[in-house]
């Protein structure tokens, strides 16, 4: 393990809608429990270019360091700090993966038992960086990990290529299937979008007892990976234009009446209409890729008269991440997880990953910082 240096590259949002500048921080000292972590990968999602443009559904002080999925290597352990949430003995040279930081004592932690819901939840990536511990996105060389933070190592045997999608899409797809219950033996179920959420969305209901999956999305490499995945069926919303036309053939597929399941991963709000047209009466709607501030007119009749449940579910706390790990772990060698990644680009170029990842060109780019 290389010297710990005094001060750590990071590429930052200055102003929305402008480029991330490359600037440096000082590495906090570690407290007890505390972690720091050099960033072997850190992922892109939707929601990152939504927070580049400042339409993300809780904007963050500027400046900050993006970046909230990631996957680092211990460098230094805090006082205290011996094992992960799992029980595993940490050690320098462990890699691990973590949520976002709950307080553990406010109404929701305690009494509902929902933590992605805490009143006083510390979110990495929208803290502002000019402050102390500096260091809290992964779109850096160093970032720290406050004491009340979390943690599961990354299993020895997976790549970080494989891994990365836990920390956000996946461990987000398991925590909302957890919310819906699962699906239910042969249900037929549709989903809307093909990003990373869709994907591992897609991929609970293959593995929960789907009779046959739908994914609706583009572009079409995204839909490639869809069926690599095991979808049944995809349509390319990039050469089905019309929604009618899109829901007409999901219920030539579903003998009718609609699917059992619709899951909502695409993050464009008119998405969230063309659902509930689509799903059966007396189905399920959950949504778990709406992470923008726009709206759409909605009919509430239709919820009522066809008896639909619908959910909503946001982020996931350190269960989901662990089950997500272990997952790809006993999978790995029926499903390509690595494939969700389709560039890598180092810190400097972050601001070229963002563009494509906006424009559609990538499943999923990452900030590789494993040669630095």
């Not at 993006?66 to 992960?84: A, C, F, Q, S, Y």
């Not at 803290?127 to 970032?143: I, K, Q, S, T, V």
């Not at 599961?152 to 819906?180: H, M, N, Q, S």
């Not at 994907?199 to 490639?224: F, H, N, W």
């Amino acid at each position: 393990m290389k010297e710990i240096p005094k001060k750590s590259k990071a590429a930052v949002l200055v102003e929305y809608g402008k480029p991330l500048q490359i600037r440096e921080y000082p590495i906090p000292e570690v407290e007890p429990r505390g972690i720091l972590v050099k960033v072997e990968m850190a992922g892109i999602c939707g929601s990152d270019i939504h927070q580049w443009h400042g339409r993300a559904v809780m904007n963050a002080p500027l400046p900050n360091i993006p970046g909230h999925e990631t996957i680092g290597r211990i460098v230094k352990l805090g006082e205290g700090r011996t094992h992960d949430a799992a029980g595993e003995p940490l050690s320098i040279g462990d890699r691990i993966i973590w949520p976002h930081v709950d307080c553990g004592e406010c109404y929701w932690c305690k009494i509902t038992r929902q933590p992605t819901m805490c009143a006083k939840r510390t979110l990495y990536a929208f803290r502002c960086c000019d402050d102390y511990p500096y260091l809290m996105g992964g779109f850096a060389e160093y970032e720290y990990l406050i004491p009340k933070t979390e943690v599961v190592k990354v299993p020895d045997e997976l790549t970080e290529e494989e891994a990365i999608g836990v920390g956000c899409a996946f461990r987000t797809a398991v925590a909302a299937y957890e919310r819906l219950g699962g699906i239910g033996i042969q249900d037929d179920v549709v989903i809307q979008g093909a990003g990373p959420i869709g994907l591992y969305s897609l991929l609970l209901a293959v593995e929960g007892g789907a009779r046959k999956t739908i994914v609706v999305g583009a572009p079409q490499a995204r839909l490639d990976l869809a069926r690599r995945w095991g979808a049944h069926h995809v349509i390319n919303i990039d050469e089905i234009l019309d929604p009618t036309q899109r829901r007409d053939q999901i219920l030539d597929l579903t003998n009718g009446r609609g699917p059992d399941v619709v899951v909502e991963g695409s993050g464009v709000p008119a998405a969230f209409s063309e659902g509930l047209e689509m799903v059966r009466k007396g189905g399920r709607y959950l949504i778990i890729g709406q992470t923008t501030q726009l709206t759409i007119p909605i009919k509430p009749s239709t919820i009522m008269n066809k008896g639909l449940d619908v959910i909503g579910s946001a982020s996931a706390s350190i269960p989901h991440f662990y089950k997500a790990l272990q997952f790809i772990r006993t999978k790995r060698a029926k499903y390509p997880f690595a494939d969700v990644v389709t560039n890598k680009y180092s810190l400097e170029r972050a601001n070229e990953a963002l563009a494509n990842m906006e424009a559609g060109k990538e499943i999923k780019p990452v900030i590789d910082n494993r040669g630095r």
